[in-house]
C-alpha cells in the first residue's frame, strides 16, 4: 500500500519499537457485511507475532474464525498541538499490521503468550508465583490468538527542531 505522506514513512524497526510500547491496539474484523468491526485489545509482540487473549466465545472468536484476515493499528506520541496562530496539527506515532489471526491451541504456546502479555503489562503481577496461580485457575476457559505480522508500516509526524 502506497502511503499518501512518504516523507512521514518510518522502517519496521520503528513500528516494531511502537508496538512494544503501547498499552494496547485496535484490531478490526470482517463481518461479511457492510459495517466493519473493531475493538482495542491489548497485545505483545514475540518475534514477527502479535499475542492477544481473550474470552473462548463471543462476536470477536466467531469472527476471528469465519474471517481470520485482521488490520491492528497502533498509535503513541498523540499530541494535538497550535503551532502558530490559526494553524492547528498533531504530532503523532503510528503502526499498522495486517495478518491472519490464528488461535493458538499449543498449552505451551499459550503460556509463554500470556506470560509475555504479564511482563510486558503488569510486571510485578509475574513474580512471586501469583503467574502460575492464575494460569492454573484460568489456563482452560481462556483463548489465546496470535496474529502473523504480514506487512507493517509505521508513519510519524515529529515535532521539529
Known amino acids: ?5 512518504s516523507d ?8 516494531l519499537a511502537l508496538i512494544d510500547r503501547c498499552s494496547h491496539g485496535v484490531m478490526a474484523l470482517n463481518t461479511g457485511e457492510d459495517t466493519p468491526y473493531c475493538l482495542p485489545l491489548s497485545f505483545v509482540r ?5 499475542y492477544f487473549h481473550c474470552a473462548r ?7 476471528l ?23 492547528y496539527t498533531t504530532y503523532f506515532q503510528s503502526a499498522i499490521v495486517t495478518g491472519t489471526a490464528q488461535e493458538v491451541t499449543d498449552e505451551t504456546e499459550k503460556i509463554l503468550a500470556l506470560r509475555a502479555l504479564c511482563q510486558k503489562l503488569t510486571p510485578d503481577f509475574v513474580d512471586g508465583g501469583r503467574f502460575e496461580a ?3 485457575s484460568s489456563l482452560a476457559v481462556t483463548a489465546v490468538w ?3 505480522i504480514e506487512e507493517i508500516s509505521g508513519k510519524e509526524k515529529a515535532r521539529k527542531g
Not at 514475540?46 to 502479535?50: E, F, G, K
Not at 466465545?57 to 469472527?63: A, E, H, I, N, Y
Not at 488490520?71 to 494535538?80: E, H, I, K, M, N
Open 1 to 5: 500500500m502506497k502511503m499518501r505522506r
Open 8 to 15: 512521514r514513512a518510518r522502517g519496521e524497526d520503528f513500528s
Open 46 to 50: 514475540v518475534d514477527r507475532v502479535l
Open 57 to 63: 466465545q463471543g462476536r470477536k472468536v466467531d469472527l
Open 65 to 87: 474464525r469465519a474471517h481470520p484476515r485482521v488490520c491492528v493499528t497502533f498509535v503513541g506520541g498523540d499530541a494535538p498541538a497550535f503551532v502558530e496562530p490559526g494553524m
Open 134 to 136: 492464575a494460569i492454573s
Open 146 to 148: 496470535k496474529i502473523s
